[in-house]
Each structure stands twice: as C-alpha cells, then as structure tokens.
C-alpha cells in the first residue's frame, strides 16, 4: 500500500542562513558573530525551524551545540542549495549589461585576443550591434562569477569545476617565417631549417624534426611566454616559429608569414581551446550568440590557412 508523503513547509531563507552558520560552526556565539546578530536571535531562528520541521537538528549540551543526524543531512543540502543559489546572483550581475544595449564580458590569453580575436570584432560587431562585447586579456585563470565574467576562452584540457566546457579549437601546428625568409629557404629540404634561428621552445621544436630522423640539440635564439610575440618576431624576420595555425591563419591570409613547410603536426601536450561559461547562463541570448559566432569564425579561419598552403 503506498503512502503519502509529506507536505513539508516552505522554511525561511533566514532560519536557514541561521542554522547554516551554526551547523558549519557548531556555536550559537560565533554564528551570530558571523551574521552580525544576536545570540538570541540565532537561537529563535534555529527554534523556529526546528518547530517548522517537527524534529531537532541539534544535540545540545548546556550552551554547547552538536549536529545530530538530521542536522547533518539538512545541512549538507543548505549548503549546496546555498551555492546554487550564489552562483544564480553572481551570473544575474553578470547578465545585466544595463540600459537597451547588452553587454558580455569575455576573458581570454593576450595571444588569442590579439592574433585571432581582434581582427575579428568588426563582423562580430556588424553582426550583433546590440551586444556590446567587452575583452579582458590576461594570462591569469580568473574566477568568472566571482569577476564578473560571462565567458572565457582558456587553454588547457579541462572541465573547470563549475562550468560548462565546449572546445573551440584543437587547430596544429605549422612553420612559418616572414616571406623573405621563405624566398631563401625555397626548394630547400626540410632540413635546412635547422640552419636557421628557431624561435620558441626546443622541446616542441625536437618534436618538430623528429620525423626527418633529427635528433640533436636545439637552442633557439629566443623564448616567449605569449605565443603573439613570437609571431610576431617571426614576421619581423627575426626567426622562424613553430605556430598554432590558429592564431598565425591570419597572417598567412595577409602573406606577413609564410609556411616554410606543408607538414603540420599536433604536439604531445598541446593544450586546446576552449570555451568555457557558467552553465546558468547557456541559454542566455548574447552568450548563445557569442558561442556560435566563435566556432563559425573558427572554421572560417580554418579555411583560410588550408588555403594559404
């Protein structure tokens, strides 16, 4: 025979806020220290949600305070639903670009910013003139909701604890140097690159020449820590660098660089791109908007290296 559960009522955030504190703290004092109440007030709260329950969630000792099982059980449920419901706040003050025009804040490494997303934001602008889009360059891994962040574009393998996780772009690696470069080196093998200044780290270039059967020191003349500086170190002709074909398709469109070779490779460790956003706010207009523009884009620059082979 089934039987009902049942209706529980509907329990005060501030009871909740009351019992959280004391459950996490397991102290009448300190609870009411934390949430700049009184000692008393603490206590009818907790009372008044017990009495609501029909059950305590205590055991109480003189002035001392324990958890019972019950109380253990609640409190693990206040807390989730308490983050929940910060993670909610955090993505509605994120969502609100304020008057008529909508505005999405992207955070993303300096070198996609400028070797792939810049040149871009004239058609994203063309394309969506109501969503204001407001970039933040940096190499830091910052906390989204806490920042104010609806989106970023980050490097790595993921997930990324609490947000939703697509990935953008896998995109190889290619050699390119400036197009006098190129000239020199022309009907030369692949291996007369080794007589050239390498750009970038020796690691990723021995895996580079590690299919010719080149197997020997490299010292490169210089490193980076942005992959948009040895770019463009390369376009200046002080090297040649072994590049995302993402980040250098452009400037093989604009012929600034050249492939010196028609190999590409995908390096063990590479990191992929990745977009990544609180899952709150996946439906969210100006975030769905940004989301399929990115991978449209990507496929356009995707064709254009191809072509620029």
Known sequence: MLTSVPRLPRLPLQNLTAFRAAGRLQNLRAAADELSLTHSAVSQQI???EEQLGFPLFHRHGRRIRLNPAGEALLGGVERAMVELDEAVHCAVAAH????????????LPSFAQRWLMPRIARWHERFPGIALELHATPELLDLQREGFH????????????????????APFCVVGAPATAR?????PESALLDEPLLGDAEVW???FAPLGIRRRLVPV??????GLMLQAAEQGLGIALARELLAADALADKRLVRLSPRTIVLEDA????????????????LAALRTWLFEENERARLSAQRAL
């Open 222 to 227: 210089a490193s980076f820590n942005d992959a």
């Open 206 to 208: 021995i895996q580079w």
């Open 151 to 170: 989106a970023a574009v980050r490097q790595g393998r993921g997930p990324w604890p609490g947000l939703a996780n697509e990935v953008l772009s896998d």
């Open 47 to 49: 009372r008044g949600l």
């Open 97 to 108: 670009g304020g008057g008529d025009e909508a505005r999405l804040r992207l955070t993303t």
């Open 184 to 188: 020199r080196l022309a009907d030369l």
């Open 271 to 286: 990191y992929s791109y990745h977009l990544v956003y609180p899952p709150q706010l996946r439906d969210w207009p100006p």
